[in-house]
């Protein structure tokens, strides 16, 4: 599926003002999904747009690279293209990733652009899961590149659960670029312009003390049991064996707190682009807008999409005179009757006095 770029209008939720925003996303539905997740209120008025051409100085640098620029390149397809031209192709399973929590990407972009583009763009929980599983990988030897399908992802996702609950932690694992997880130490042999990530660290030594605690030798699971794959924040417990670890300790009792978390399940409601209905209880969004960031955690894939039924819609026109207090409004005839009556006292008390 092909990256496009929306123009989307909405009703910020605050100031009840209309936003427009430059959207890039793989669907409209996730265009719209960003934009809630940005404090706008549906219905949105969603419009796809071409990306920006190269500009002149981009062109040029490609002429003097030698690069033959695709017909419709972007600005964006042209930049990768220059800067991953001594580069190699990134892994598929790493593509795959990157495409299932929406981060943006041009088709020709370079592996050490894509660790960098996905590192920067992933959320705290997501981003050390990512990094003790790239610590895994190198000491391993592990080929797979994609957390999300990994056998072993809970356990990765189990360390990040206890990571983003230790500030100092989290910003040594900042401090990192993704290019510098490709590989960590001192490596010979890296393509020009690789950087190893340092083992000094205490996001390195934090990972390390974390997988010998629950990795063998061979670096199989310390577990009886089969870890059964699941959403990304939902880490299964796992038996991790008596071992010596190193004095960074990673607690497993923020395991709960972190299940807790990511188990609620918000109200969101998506309007798809061919929609003329708005469902009433869309307008609450207004009353729950400040726990949308809880979307982030997800990935695009498996973002709530509300799909309106022709038992649930209603006509914009009829939504803003629906009554729903129960109680029956007066016609013409009640208010003449009540008319009448007023002036029926109002002559009984003129009489009274004359």
């Given amino acids: 599926m092909a990256w496009h770029r929306y123009k989307v209008k909405g009703k910020h939720y605050m100031t009840k003002r209309i936003r427009t925003l430059d959207i890039i996303a793989r669907s409209d539905v996730i265009a719209k999904q960003k934009a809630i997740i940005k404090k706008l209120l549906p219905p949105f008025i969603c419009e796809e747009i071409p990306f920006d051409p190269p500009s002149a100085i981009l062109l040029e640098q490609a002429s003097a690279a030698g690069l033959t620029i695709p017909d419709g390149a972007s600005s964006d397809d042209v930049a990768c293209l220059i800067q991953g031209k001594d580069d190699i192709a990134p892994p598929a399973g790493l593509t795959a990733f990157a495409e299932r929590w929406d981060i943006y990407f041009s088709q020709y972009i370079g592996n ?92 390195y030594k934090s990972a390390t003390a974390f997988l010998k605690n629950h990795f063998d030798e061979k670096f199989l699971p310390l577990t009886a049991k089969v870890i059964n794959e699941s959403s990304p924040g939902n880490p299964t417990a796992v038996s991790s064996g008596n071992r010596n670890t190193d004095k960074i300790a990673i607690s497993d009792e923020i395991h709960s707190v972190s299940q807790a978390v990511s188990d609620q399940k918000p109200s969101v409601f998506i309007i798809s682009k061919n929609d003329i209905f708005v469902p009433s209880k869309a307008l609450e969004l207004k009353n729950k807008i400040v726990k949308i960031p809880d979307l982030d955690k997800k990935a695009a894939a498996d973002l709530p999409v509300y799909q309106p039924t022709p038992t649930t819609k209603k006509p914009l026109r009829e939504l803003q005179y629906t009554n729903t207090s129960g109680k029956k409004s007066l016609g013409k005839t009640g208010c003449l009757s009540i008319m009448v009556f007023l002036i029926i006292i109002l002559v009984v008390v003129f009489s009274f006095f004359l």
């Avoid at 990094?131 to 895994?136: A, E, G, L, M, R």
């Avoid at 659960?161 to 932690?169: E, Q, V």
């Fill in 112 to 203: 050490r652009a894509l660790y960098n583009t996905i590192f920067k763009n992933l959320l705290s929980e997501n981003k050390a899961a990512f990094f003790v599983f790239t610590v895994y990988k190198f000491l391993s030897g592990d080929k797979k590149s994609n957390l999300d399908s990994h056998p072993y992802k809970d356990i990765f996702y189990k360390y990040a659960a206890a990571a983003i609950a230790d500030k100092r932690l989290m910003r040594s694992i900042n401090n990192y670029k993704g290019e510098h997880l490709c590989t960590f130490g001192t490596v010979e042999g890296l393509p020009a312009g690789y950087k190893a990530g340092g083992v000094r660290t205490i996001a």
